[in-house]
């Protein structure tokens, strides 16, 4: 008893002096509009993330687990014109300690600028942290073990007044008179500027996640729709420009529009909601965030299982109350322009059945171009 007291006291130091991620942390952006400035250019896009992150996880809902590894995705970009861009390369996901490549992929994405403030992504799509979801709804693990999305994406960004991302991800794709599930996953994750002084910002974000799990000649019991949604508001009080006090008041909502009574897709809610308030301090190279959280028969099968009420690990566990003081704080490095570090840590405490999860994590990341030359109807000159 004495042990696990005094771990939790060395918890809760390392939490203080280490560091929260923050999810939409610029660390992990690697979406871009296109610029005017290139035509006939081509470009070798090296983008590459080392990682390591540990999940102390000793709670019902989901398991502890460590994620170290890396992985790289070089590609050719060629603007066929300027508001036109054609990707193609590959990805590959890499495990320590374990000698074989974990997951490679084919890249192929087409990016067609149609307005001035709205972008069209055809193929591999800007995925995971680039939807700036939250975790409740699409959980940050993803970025390591799910990070190549495939689909289609509509993205609007004017920044005095509307940000909007609007995607369809292909999960699993199946075959004519094929007996598995395909896998969808339709999101949408907006932020609408209200107000702007300079000194108080007041936004609403709204965000979407419907996943589905279907097939022709899937067992009735096998098919899956879920729906989540969230607004609320968010309230910034600048004290300079690059300093900031965020107050989030979040409504969640969750709605099993075709859920099994019983089988592998049987969930036991078929709607629930959940509340979070966040308060957040952000700086330069800094971010701490304090929040509570309150669900009542939520479900998020993409979300953060920690904030749950149903266990990832044992299907049979659930309850329809759950109660949490979430906290989170980092450390963000710029070391040039396109090679950025993260050390962020976290916790998830229960306030019901007086549990204590954490993690922590340290993260590299390159994302640079480097330009090759011109490439014009006669062949290529620099």
């Given at each position: 008893?004495?042990?696990?007291?005094?771990?939790?006291?060395?918890?809760?130091?390392?939490?203080?002096?280490?560091?929260?991620?923050?999810?939409?942390?610029?660390?992990?952006?690697?979406?871009?509009?296109?610029?005017?400035?290139?035509?006939?250019?081509?470009?070798?896009?090296?983008?590459?993330?080392?990682?390591?992150?540990?999940?102390?996880?000793?709670?019902?809902?989901?398991?502890?687990?460590?994620?170290?590894?890396?992985?790289i995705k070089p590609t050719l970009d060629y603007f066929i014109t300027p508001t036109t861009r054609i990707s193609v390369g590959y990805y590959m996901l890499k495990f320590f300690g374990e000698d074989s490549i974990f997951r490679s992929v084919p890249i192929l994405t087409v990016q067609q600028r149609l307005t001035p403030h709205l972008n069209l992504v055809f193929g591999n799509i800007y995925g995971t942290l680039n939807h700036q979801m939250e975790e409740a709804l699409l959980r940050f693990d993803r970025y390591i073990?799910?990070?190549?999305?495939?689909?289609?994406?509509?993205?609007?960004?004017?920044?005095?007044?509307?940000?909007?991302?609007?995607?369809?991800?292909?999960?699993?794709f199946i075959y004519f008179n094929s007996k598995i599930q395909e896998f969808i996953q339709f999101g949408s994750s907006s932020q609408i500027k209200i107000l702007n002084t300079g000194i108080v910002n007041l936004s609403m974000p709204i965000q979407l996640l419907i996943y589905h799990h279907g097939g022709h000649l899937a067992v009735p019991d096998h098919i899956l729709t879920v729906a989540d949604g969230m607004s609320g508001m968010d309230i910034k009080i600048f004290t300079s420009r690059e300093k900031f006090l965020s107050s989030q008041a979040l409504i969640f909502v969750y709605k099993g529009l075709n859920v099994p009574d019983t089988g592998h897709n049987y969930l036991p809610y078929k709607s629930g909601n959940a509340f979070y308030y966040k308060l957040k301090w952000s700086c330069p190279r800094f971010k701490v965030t304090l929040g509570y959280w309150q669900a009542k028969q939520f479900i998020a099968p993409e979300g953060e299982y920690l904030m749950m009420n149903i266990s990832e690990i044992y299907r049979s566990y659930h309850e329809p109350l759950r109660k949490m003081v979430i906290g989170k704080l980092g450390f963000d490095f710029n070391l040039s322009r396109y090679v950025k570090a993260e050390l962020?840590?976290?916790?998830?405490?229960?306030?019901?059945?007086?549990?204590?999860?954490?993690?922590?994590?340290?993260?590299?990341?390159?994302?640079?171009?480097?330009?090759?030359?011109?490439?014009?109807?006669?062949?290529?000159?620099?």
């Open positions: 008893m004495r042990r696990k007291k005094t771990n939790q006291i060395l918890l809760l130091i390392i939490w203080l002096t280490v560091g929260l991620n923050a999810l939409k942390a610029q660390t992990f952006i690697t979406r871009e509009f296109l610029p005017d400035t290139c035509n006939k250019d081509l470009f070798l896009h090296f983008e590459s993330s080392m990682f390591f992150k540990n999940n102390e996880y000793f709670s019902p809902y989901s398991a502890g687990y460590t994620w170290p590894g890396f992985y073990h799910n990070h190549v999305e495939y689909g289609i994406q509509l993205i609007y960004d004017d920044s005095t007044r509307l940000r909007s991302d609007t995607w369809l991800n292909w999960e699993r962020n840590a976290g916790f998830y405490y229960d306030l019901i059945i007086k549990n204590l999860a954490y993690y922590y994590g340290l993260y590299f990341t390159i994302n640079q171009p480097f330009f090759m030359g011109k490439l014009s109807r006669y062949g290529f000159s620099r």
